[in-house]
């Protein structure tokens, strides 16, 4: 593999790539932004497209970098940056001297079904925190939940905040955009039932059946879900609390409520 220098803080890749940081350029483009070693690794594993990568030999390890050359196919432009340009590029200021423009991978709601188990899903009302978003990958991976669902336009998956929160989750289970109105009537169709997340409580937690299909839905810390997701008292639950303080950050509703599950189901 071929690998080209550029040195020039106007090279036009570098320009065109920078744009992607802002959300209205990230949503429009069919490309994202990817760094670290892990995170860059972690979609390589999951097959993700990628267009091209840059590296800084001033700051990756040599035999760290021939690693990722090696899963690379041998099409995927790579280039080596100049520690100044790279630090123009990079978002983040601890960088490891990795950055790859990965090519966008678009879910739909039927692809959080799968055949061996039923669907135990995860849906994100109005989040507005690329961090809280990450975290919530992130657990969802590590119970292998069948996906996440996002509602609103706050934040959107390829943040490179969300990507750097959830460790590279971001790649390795499907996230879904779609509507409160789109979610409703395809969970309804296929026997999935809606558990949400309110106050005041209604039931507990562990008093929700969550053996079957289930997606378990979350709103905002400020506002928490809509009245949408609220007209089911039956499929309302609270997290029980016994101290002053009346709310979790919401990626830990989410673990708390997924580990549930997993204890529910024995798995």
């Given at each position: 593999?071929e690998?080209h220098r550029?040195?020039?803080?106007?090279?036009?890749?570098?320009?065109?790539m920078?744009?992607?940081?802002?959300s209205?350029?990230?949503?429009?483009?069919?490309?994202?932004l990817?760094e670290g070693?892990r995170?860059v690794t972690?979609g390589?594993?999951a097959?993700f497209?990628?267009?091209?990568i840059?590296?800084c030999?001033?700051?990756?390890?040599e035999n760290?970098?021939?690693?990722?050359?090696?899963a690379?196919?041998h099409?995927?432009r790579?280039y080596?940056?100049?520690?100044q340009?790279?630090?123009?590029l990079?978002y983040?200021d601890?960088?490891e001297?990795?950055?790859?423009?990965?090519?966008?991978r678009i879910y739909?709601?039927?692809?959080?079904?799968?055949?061996?188990?039923?669907?135990?899903i995860v849906?994100?009302?109005?989040v507005?925190?690329?961090g809280?978003?990450g975290a919530?990958l992130?657990?969802?991976?590590?119970?292998r939940?069948?996906?996440?669902i996002v509602?609103?336009?706050?934040?959107?998956v390829?943040?490179?905040n969300v990507i750097?929160?959830?460790?590279?989750?971001v790649f390795?289970l499907?996230?879904v955009?779609?509507s409160n109105?789109e979610v409703?009537?395809?969970?309804?169709?296929?026997?999935i039932s809606?558990?949400?997340?309110?106050?005041p409580?209604?039931?507990s937690l562990y008093?929700a059946?969550?053996?079957?299909?289930?997606?378990?839905?979350?709103?905002t810390?400020?506002?928490?879900?809509s009245?949408?997701w609220?007209?089911?008292p039956?499929h309302?639950?609270?997290?029980p609390?016994?101290g002053a303080?009346?709310?979790?950050?919401v990626?830990v509703?989410v673990?708390v409520?997924?580990?549930e599950?997993?204890?529910q189901r024995?798995?």
């Amino acid at each position: 593999m071929e690998i080209h220098r550029i040195t020039s803080l106007q090279n036009p890749k570098i320009l065109a790539m920078r744009k992607l940081y802002k959300s209205r350029n990230r949503k429009a483009s069919k490309e994202f932004l990817v760094e670290g070693v892990r995170e860059v690794t972690r979609g390589l594993d999951a097959g993700f497209g990628i267009e091209s990568i840059y590296f800084c030999p001033d700051i990756i390890e040599e035999n760290t970098q021939a690693q990722i050359v090696h899963a690379l196919a041998h099409e995927v432009r790579a280039y080596d940056l100049t520690k100044q340009v790279y630090e123009k590029l990079a978002y983040r200021d601890n960088t490891e001297g990795v950055i790859a423009l990965f090519r966008k991978r678009i879910y739909v709601l039927d692809d959080l079904i799968q055949e061996e188990k039923a669907p135990l899903i995860v849906l994100l009302e109005g989040v507005e925190k690329p961090g809280n978003l990450g975290a919530v990958l992130r657990t969802a991976d590590a119970v292998r939940a069948s996906g996440v669902i996002v509602t609103g336009d706050k934040v959107d998956v390829w943040h490179p905040n969300v990507i750097r929160a959830s460790q590279g989750g971001v790649f390795t289970l499907p996230v879904v955009h779609s509507s409160n109105e789109e979610v409703a009537e395809w969970a309804n169709a296929r026997g999935i039932s809606v558990y949400a997340a309110a106050l005041p409580a209604y039931s507990s937690l562990y008093e929700a059946p969550l053996t079957d299909g289930c997606v378990l839905a979350f709103g905002t810390e400020a506002e928490g879900l809509s009245d949408y997701w609220l007209e089911n008292p039956e499929h309302c639950f609270t997290i029980p609390m016994k101290g002053a303080v009346d709310s979790l950050n919401v990626s830990v509703s989410v673990a708390v409520s997924l580990y549930e599950a997993v204890r529910q189901r024995g798995e």
